[in-house]
């Protein structure tokens, strides 16, 4: 006599013992976290599922709610700093307008020229090249930089603050040339970082360059190279 089992014994056995099915399969199964029934399971994966696809949404509504606050900083500075006046205000002027769209008084500005002006808000006239001494490798001139920093790299970036900084943007100004740098932080670390699109933080770049470039430093054909 055969000791084979035949697909018919099969059936006919699993027919007689319904629960069997079950836990066979739920046996195959390598990670079933405590699932007691097939059903039980794929609610687990349904759920695993919903949990991933709520994240993804939560991501998606970060990332459009940064964008949407990037792009109104981007029209408050056009709309404000476009205006006739002096590097005194312009640099009071960013100050505020960081604080009403960003909710943060954490920037600083550089501006390559070695010759200060007085009474420059959160605003440091120095060399490119000391300023890159200074920074080392957290400045990119072709990009702009986000991402957290360390105790001692907030100091060189935020050179004003009484408090640290944990994540920040590094912007270039570029204007046909290189004339400054704009840091702006957060206290939170998340605040900025490397996956977040830069399109509206290389347009605030661009723009505050232009000014610099053209307005202010119209009359300075060095700037502190």
Same mark, same amino acid.
């Given at each position: 006599?055969?000791?084979?089992?035949?697909?018919?014994?099969?059936?006919?056995?699993?027919?007689?013992?319904?629960?069997?099915? %079950?836990?066979?399969?739920? &046996?195959? +199964?390598?990670?079933?976290?405590?699932?007691?029934? /097939?059903?039980?399971?794929?609610? @687990? !994966?349904?759920?695993?599922?919903?949990?991933?696809? %709520?994240?993804?949404?939560? &991501?998606? +509504?970060?990332?459009?709610?940064?964008?949407?606050? /990037?792009?109104?900083?981007?029209? @408050? !500075?056009?709309?404000?700093?476009?205006?006739?006046?002096?590097?005194?205000?312009?640099?009071?002027?960013?100050?505020?307008?960081?604080?009403?769209? /960003?909710?943060?008084?954490?920037?600083? !500005?550089?501006?390559?020229?070695?010759?200060?002006?007085?009474?420059?808000?959160?605003?440091?006239?120095?060399?490119?090249?000391?300023?890159?001494?200074?920074?080392?490798?957290?400045?990119?001139?072709?990009?702009?930089?986000?991402?957290?920093?360390?105790?001692?790299?907030?100091?060189?970036?935020?050179?004003?603050?009484?408090?640290?900084?944990?994540?920040?943007?590094?912007?270039?100004?570029?204007?046909?040339?290189?004339?400054?740098?704009?840091?702006?932080?957060?206290?939170?670390?998340?605040?900025?970082?490397?996956?977040?699109?830069?399109?509206?933080?290389?347009?605030?770049?661009?723009?505050?360059?232009?000014?610099?470039?053209?307005?202010?430093?119209?009359?300075?054909?060095?700037?502190?190279?």
């Amino acid at each position: 006599m055969s000791d084979k089992v035949t697909y018919t014994q099969i059936q006919n056995y699993l027919k007689e013992h319904p629960d069997d099915l %079950e836990r066979l399969v739920l &046996e195959a +199964i390598p990670d079933t976290k405590g699932a007691v029934s /097939l059903a039980g399971h794929k609610l @687990q !994966l349904v759920s695993e599922k919903l949990a991933l696809a %709520e994240q993804q949404i939560r &991501e998606f +509504i970060d990332v459009s709610t940064q964008n949407q606050t /990037l792009f109104q900083l981007c029209h @408050q !500075l056009v709309q404000q700093l476009q205006k006739p006046q002096s590097i005194q205000a312009a640099t009071a002027r960013l100050g505020e307008i960081l604080k009403a769209t /960003l909710d943060t008084r954490d920037y600083h !500005l550089f501006i390559f020229r070695e010759a200060a002006e007085p009474d420059c808000t959160a605003t440091s006239f120095v060399s490119q090249a000391r300023f890159q001494t200074s920074v080392g490798g957290l400045f990119n001139p072709d990009k702009p930089i986000l991402g957290v920093v360390r105790a001692e790299e907030s100091k060189c970036l935020f050179p004003d603050l009484d408090h640290g900084i944990s994540s920040c943007a590094i912007i270039p100004l570029v204007s046909e040339d290189l004339v400054g740098a704009l840091t702006i932080g957060s206290q939170d670390s998340n605040g900025f970082h490397r996956d977040q699109d830069t399109l509206f933080i290389q347009f605030i770049g661009d723009f505050l360059a232009g000014l610099i470039k053209h307005r202010f430093l119209i009359d300075d054909p060095k700037q502190g190279d």
